[in-house]
């Protein structure tokens, strides 16, 4: 099997499920219909075998996960998902690779159906396994979320439950034990299968001052939206959201340094003022655990402090830190 043999038998079928796509997959460029009064919210991230995945984890997983990073990024920008180009470095093609490539697309187009998105473009070469997937969408002009807008006072919240996903990693690598099939089977779920919060990201539209997702770990990633937006931040450790499967796996410095610094949970960490705490209550109720885990402050820097108030040092992902 060849490049375009390739392409055509596992990915062409992806690109033909929405109307806006005048041409997709097959040809050197996709044609695209935008909708008026809104602007594109356009990201790209790059899946790395060894770094960002085990080798060994299924490839289903890893098809859903270079997806749902993308998607994450769309969702804390208010953005809905519309379109993906998908680039595929491949360390060569034959029987088994052809098995990896069919459970791939497999997971790829379980979360790309979940949320309207259709592939309509990308590339194929030889070389370390490497994923990179461009996403992009639509959000009303004048309404996107940014990184910028938090003001000191307001409150600092986070959906879900962060450090699950890196614990899950930890199980999936052999470093940790679960004596609970079912906590092992959450935890490693989170890291396998991100859930996106697409929907959530878009009802928070006009009530979040700023917004990012937690990639990274969440201390460090507050800290940019801290930066960004020119004011610090003070989070309570005690205050932090903990999944039942998370408390049973680790005690509580471990717990913490997974919630922090663990990333990889593609929840989204966002900003408001007190006033609309009701508001958000009622607009996300039923559907996704949100936690008010701190405030925004004038002095810059994030402070993690414990229950006596005393500062707590977390670091999160860095590619390039020594």
Known sequence: MGEFELIDRFFAKLGAIRPDVLLGVGDDAALLVTPPAEVLALCVDTLVEGVHFPADLDAADIGWRALAVNLSDLAAMGAKPAWATLALT?????????????????????????????????????????????????????????????????????????GDAAAGLELLQGKRQCASRADRSTLETRFRRPDPRVAVGQKLRGLATACIDVSDGLAQDLGRLAAASGVGARLRISELPRSRALQALADEAAAVRFTLGGGDDYELLFTLPPVRAEMLRATLAGSVPCHCIGEIVATPGVRCLDKEMREVKVAGWDHFRV
């Open 90 to 162: 491949l360390p060569r093609l034959d029987e088994a690779m052809e098995d990896w490539l069919e459970a791939f697309a497999l997971g790829f187009g379980a979360l790309a159906r979940q949320h309207g998105v259709a592939l309509v473009g990308g590339d194929t070469t030889r070389g370390p396994l490497t994923i990179s997937v461009t996403a992009a969408g639509f959000v009303p002009a004048g309404q996107a979320l940014l990184r910028s807008g938090a003001r000191v006072g307001d409150l600092v919240y986070v959906t879900g439950w962060p």
